[in-house]
């Protein structure tokens, strides 16, 4: 928004991102950058810079300190045509489930928060971690040790994924950043990261919108367009790993959710 760093997300279509609904500022213009892994480029031949034509945030978000239903989806008002640098990621089947301590990668610009303070800072290049799949039992008692919410109702939820490092804060990037991983040779998008708040202890694990229990939401808004609602902005999205991954051949059976929305590669993250 205003040539300035909002949120991260990812590309799943020719015309469609997804990232965090609480990224969302109102009713503002902003615009998507692809292609390039820094924050800013200036100058660069590759990187696009695509208006957001409309937005559509899930019906039942809602929350401040824990959010529920976190996923927005953008539509780009001008379709990008996918090259070596811009590529959308997979989407896995309805309800899929990552077993615990399946290894996958978060991507962002964000920096670590130093001890107990909540500082977040921006890097001007994409910086990348490796982190695993937490059982939600055990995140949600990690974040219950001081809470004052009811015992008798988890606050990590179904829809919800968390993430360790096992050294310490897996709070490396910044809201809407992508949790990828490879699930047969393919690399997936496997939740959208939602609650920020959770790096102010560097104990705390990461928590993620899971995407596999929206995916049918998700194909329903992508083939119908936009649907008029109470929930409607735009919002500026860098994507976050795009640079991240070359292509390979396509491979299909897998569970990936096939159409636009499916028009992903194999990959590696990193060099």
């Known amino acids: ?52 034509g409309d937005i559509i945030m899930h019906p039942k978000y809602w929350g401040q300190n824990f959010i529920r239903n976190d996923i927005a989806l953008l539509r780009l008002e001008t379709p990008v045509t996918f090259n070596k640098y811009v590529q959308p990621i997979c989407l896995l089947e309805h309800s899929f489930n990552l077993k615990a301590g399946t290894q996958c990668w978060v991507t962002g610009w964000g920096h670590a928060p130093q001890r107990s303070s909540y500082n977040l800072t921006l890097t001007p290049e994409l910086r990348e971690t490796k982190v695993f799949i937490m059982d939600n039992k055990k995140c949600d008692q990690i974040f219950r040790k001081k809470s004052f919410y009811l015992r008798v109702i988890p606050l990590i939820q179904k829809y919800m994924l968390c993430t360790t490092n096992y050294e310490g804060s897996s709070c490396y990037g910044d809201p809407g950043d992508p949790l990828a991983c490879e699930i047969d040779g393919r690399w997936i998008l496997a939740g959208v990261l939602t609650w920020e708040k959770a790096c102010i202890k560097s104990q705390n694990p990461s928590v993620y919108t899971s995407l596999a229990k929206y995916t049918r939401w998700i194909k329903e808004q992508a083939n119908h367009g936009s649907v008029p609602g109470p929930h409607r902005a735009s919002c500026l999205l860098f994507l976050s790993w795009l640079m991240q991954l070359p292509v390979g051949p396509s491979q299909g059976g897998d569970g990936v959710v096939p159409g636009e929305l499916g028009s992903c590669r194999e990959g590696v993250v990193g060099d």
């Open 1 to 52: 928004m205003k040539n300035e760093h909002v949120c991260g997300g990812a590309l799943i279509g020719f015309s469609w991102v997804i990232s965090a609904a609480h990224c969302i500022q109102g009713n503002k213009e902003y615009s998507v950058i692809l292609g390039s892994s820094k924050l800013k480029p200036k100058g660069s031949s590759r990187a696009l810079k695509i208006p957001v």
